[in-house]
């Protein structure tokens, strides 16, 4: 399969990279920049370039460049673009032979990083999401059908899993900072809360002072939290309630839930 990138950003050079370690053949990237590690030869002069039979183009750029961009494409192209967000009617190139997304769903902080595994959200028109699927084959990795109207939804829901875990840790090493501890340890703590709940779900692999009924203990973490860090309670009590809601699906006892849900909302 031949493909060629538009936007040689962090995306963009880890699915080329990916992609050419499969054996596809890279036609080259056409972008406003290029990190250094992109050789001269691999960089497109000309959006015109890209106008070859069978060549599928993936558009690695923000959001909000998609839809103008795609407009400049040649015709007759199979186009993909790699949002978690915009759905593949955001491609509005000429007459296109097909037109996809298909998003990696994993965190890429770095450029030409290998994204072969893993999951991948696609949708597509008929054409389009066989393109997908065959990409996703190549990449050894598992495709997660996503209905078009839900896409912003669904990623929403990728943030939740990335982005926001990367907060909650770092909110999490600034209260252990006020205790002394200066180690970004929260990374550490919750990489392992993750494997137990790879390993035994969201309801067996609770554990905590709210799972065990332990009210005096939780009252006594609030209070503390108010005294030190009072601009956290409404995201914690908010958390806290998920929190109590699992426990209460796994068997948490209707008076320790009562009494729990009490002592939350007094600090909500």
């Not at 298909?102 to 696609?122: A, C, E, N, T």
Request: hydrophobic fraction near 35%; charged fraction near 25%.
């Amino acid at each position: 399969m031949k493909f060629a990138l538009c936007g040689a950003g962090r995306v963009g050079t880890s699915l080329a990279s990916s992609l050419e370690s499969v054996d596809w053949e890279f036609f080259g990237y056409y972008s406003k920049s290029y990190p250094k590690f992109v050789e001269k030869d691999k960089r497109l002069q000309s959006i015109k370039e890209l106008e070859v039979k069978d060549l599928i183009t993936f558009l690695a750029l923000p959001d909000k460049e998609i839809e103008n961009f795609s407009k400049r494409l040649p015709p007759s192209l199979l186009i993909g673009h790699t949002s978690g967000s915009l759905d593949y009617k955001a491609i509005k190139a000429p007459e296109p032979k097909g037109r996809f997304s298909i998003h990696p769903l994993r965190s890429i902080p770095k450029f030409g990083m290998d994204i072969s595994g893993g999951y991948w959200g696609i949708e597509g028109d008929e054409v389009g999401i066989k393109v997908a699927e065959k990409t996703v084959e190549a990449l050894n990795g598992k495709a997660l059908y996503i209905d078009s109207k839900m896409k912003s939804l669904y990623h929403m829901a990728s943030v939740m899993s990335t982005n926001l875990i990367n907060c909650l840790l770092f909110l999490s090493d600034e209260l252990f900072k006020k205790c002394g501890i200066t180690c970004d340890i929260a990374p550490y703590v919750g990489g392992e809360a993750l494997q137990f709940i790879k390993k035994l779900g969201y309801f067996e692999s609770l554990t905590g002072p709210i799972e065990r009924g332990d009210y005096n203990t939780l009252e006594k973490d609030l209070k503390s939290l108010e005294e030190n860090a009072s601009d956290l309670i409404p995201l914690v009590t908010k958390l806290l309630e998920v929190n109590l809601d699992i426990a209460k699906k796994k068997g948490l006892k209707k008076e320790n839930v009562d009494r729990i849900y009490s002592i939350i909302s007094n600090y909500s």
